[in-house]
C-alpha cells in the first residue's frame, strides 16, 4: 500500500516502536527495502535524498516504480524527501508524487526555520503529504558534529517550534550524526533529553544518522519515544560487504549476480533492522488506515 507517512508515524507514536526510513537510489535497493518489510509484516519508508536524485536515483524513474512495488504488498509504504532545503525541492517532491516531505531549514535561524516549514505544511497538508521538520542540528560524523551540544535539540523551543509550524513529526538532535564515525567509536546519546522531548511534545519523534550508532542506543533510543530511523550508509555498507565477498570468492563473477548479492544482503539488513527496532508484525498488516484511525 502506497501511503503517507503521516498514518504510519501515528501508529508507531501511539504504540511505542519505530519504522525504518531506508534511503533507496535504484530498483535493487528499493525492491529489497519493500520485500523485507512485506516478509516482516511491517511498515516501512522509503527515503531519497536531493543530491540522490540528482546522481542517480531520477524521481522521473523512482517515483512511478516505488508506487507501483508498493501497491504489491499489504504493508504501508511511504516515499519520503529526505533533506529538502529549499521551496523548489519540496514543490518538486509533491508535484512528483512523494507521500511524505522533510523540509530540513536546521542551519537556519530559528525564526527564518519556522517561517520556512510553515510554508511548507501549508502546502503539503492540502495535498495529504506529511511533513518532517528538524529542530536542532544533526550533522556530519567525520568532523564530530554528534559532539557539539549547542546543536542539539532544545526541549522548550521544540514546542513553540510544533506549533508553530504544524509538522507531523519532528527530526531531532540527541548525539547522533550523518555517515560514518570514526573507526571504532559509538556516539553517546543524551537519552534524558530525548525522554524531555517525548514527554512534551507526545508525537512522532526522527533519529537521523541511525547507521553506525550500535544496537544498544538504537533500541534505547525506539523505548524512549523515537518513532522513525534513518538509515543510509549502514545499508550501503551492507551492499559493498556483500559484493566484494563475492567478487573475492569469484573474479569472474558478472554484473547479474553482483546486483542479486547486492540486493540480497540489503533485504537481509532490513530485515534484521526490523527486529532490532521492533516493527515486525506491527500497523498495516491485515489492516487498513481507516481501521487504525478509529
Not at 96 to 124: C, K, Q, T
Request: proline fraction near 3%; charge should be negative.
Amino acid at each position: 500500500m502506497y501511503e503517507s507517512m503521516k498514518y504510519i508515524l501515528k501508529d508507531a507514536n501511539e504504540h511505542n516502536y519505530a519504522v525504518m526510513a531506508v534511503n533507496s537510489v535504484n530498483m535493487e535497493m528499493a525492491r529489497a527495502v519493500i520485500s523485507a518489510a512485506a516478509e516482516k509484516h511491517s511498515p516501512i519508508i522509503i527515503n531519497i535524498g536531493v543530491g540522490q536524485m540528482k546522481k542517480l536515483a531520477h524521481p522521473s524513474e523512482m517515483v512511478p516504480m516505488i508506487k507501483e512495488m508498493a501497491e504489491r504488498v499489504d504493508v504501508p509504504v511511504a516515499l519520503n524527501l529526505d533533506h529538502g532545503s529549499t521551496f523548489e525541492d519540496e514543490v518538486a517532491a509533491m508535484r512528483w508524487g512523494f507521500s511524505s516531505v522533510m523540509i530540513d531549514a536546521s542551519s537556519l535561524p530559528y525564526e527564518e526555520n519556522v517561517a520556512r516549514v510553515s510554508n511548507i505544511v501549508a502546502l503539503a497538508h492540502a495535498r495529504d503529504i506529511c511533513v518532517e521538520g528538524e529542530l536542532g542540528h544533526v550533522g556530519q560524523a567525520n568532523v564530530g558534529d554528534n559532539e557539539h551540544l549547542d546543536l542539539y535539540t532544545n526541549v522548550a523551543q521544540a514546542r513553540d517550534y510544533v506549533n508553530r509550524t504544524g509538522i507531523d513529526a519532528l527530526a531531532v538532535a540527541i548525539g547522533t550524526a550523518h555517515g560514518d564515525y570514526p573507526k571504532g567509536m559509538v556516539p553517546k546519546l543524551d537519552f534524558d533529553r530525548l525522554a524531555e522531548l517525548k514527554a512534551e511534545l507526545k508525537m512522532p519523534l526522527v533519529l537521523h544518522g541511525g547507521s553506525g550508532s550500535g544496537e544498544e542506543n538504537i533500541r534505547k533510543a525506539v523505548a524512549g519515544g523515537i518513532n522513525k530511523i534513518n538509515v543510509c550508509t549502514d545499508a550501503f555498507h551492507a551492499a559493498e560487504k556483500a559484493m566484494k565477498a563475492k567478487w573475492e570468492e569469484n573474479p569472474n563473477t558478472n554484473y547479474l549476480e553482483i546486483m542479486m548479492t547486492a540486493e540480497a544482503a540489503i533485504k537481509k539488513f532490513v530485515m534484521d533492522y526490523i527486529d532490532l527496532i521492533g516493527s515486525a508484525n506491527r500497523y498495516g498488516y491485515g489492516a487498513t488506515f481507516s481501521d487504525s484511525q478509529e
